[in-house]
C-alpha cells in the first residue's frame, strides 16, 4: 500500500501542470508522429483570423502556421496562455521541426476540446479528430462562443502538406 502511494505520489509530482500531455499520450496518433495540445476557453486569436470571421454557418474553423512571428502576429496581445504555447514552440521555418495547428469551433458554452487522434491520410497529410467533451447529444445554441485547442506537431517525415481538422460534424481543411 504504501508503495502505491509513493508511485502516484511521483506520478502526480512528475505530470504536475502537464494536463495537456496526458490527453497526448493517450489520443491515437502514428508512431512517428509527435503531438502537445492546450484548450483554451475562448477566441486567442485576432477576431479577423479566426472563426468569427468566417460566414455564419461555418462553425469549425482551423489555421497552421510555420513560423513563431506569423503565429504570433494571428495571436491577441492578452492572449497569454496561448502565446506562452506558441513560445514553446519550435517552428520550421525557424529551424525546428514543428508546425502549429490552431483549430476552433463556434459552440454552447459547456464544451471543452480535446485531441482524439491523428490519423495519415497520404503520405504529407493528416486527419486530426477533436473531440467535444462536456455535453451529450445533439449540440445547438443561439449564442455559441469560441473555444480553442492549439496542436503543436512534429512530424519524422517532415511537416505535413495538407490537414483536414474534424469536431463534431464541422470540418476545416488547411494547407500548411
Known sequence: MYRRAVVSGALALATAGCVDRLHDVAASTPRDLGVR???VDGNP????QSVLARPEELLTHAASFRSAATAGSALKPDATESREFVDRTEFVDDGGDAVL???QQLTVPEVKLRLGGISRTGDHSLRIAIDQGGVRGEIETDEPVVKTLLLRLTDERGPPE???VVIGDGRAGITV
Not at 45 to 48: F, G, Q
Open 37 to 39: 495540445s492546450r484548450y
Open 45 to 48: 486569436m485576432v477576431d479577423s
Open 101 to 103: 495547428v490552431i483549430a
Open 162 to 164: 495538407r490537414v483536414i
